[in-house]
């Protein structure tokens, strides 16, 4: 996970760039597995977009979400077998 946060280009921002302290990286990668199980736990779950996520020394804050939902089809309960 921590190289989903360091790897962008944009990675230094939230490491100290500029004179501004760190970013909370631990509430970072909590948002991350938050959203990964949120994606795993809802297979309805077609699209989530977070912009901007705020996020200074103590805290994380998503500012703005988008979730976007899409009907499933009921599974069958029987699985199918070859024969």
Do not use: K
Not at 44 to 57: G, I, S
């Amino acid at each position: 996970m921590h190289d989903l946060i360091s790897g962008p280009r944009c990675a230094p921002l939230l490491f100290g760039a500029h004179g501004s302290g760190p970013a909370d990286l631990e509430g970072l990668e909590q948002l991350l597995h938050r959203l990964s199980r949120m994606a795993a736990d809802l297979p309805q779950l077609a699209e989530a977009d977070f912009n901007p996520v705020l996020a200074t020394p103590d805290w994380v804050s998503v500012l703005d979400a988008r979730v976007r939902l899409v009907p499933r089809d009921a599974q069958d309960p029987y699985p199918r077998r070859l024969r």
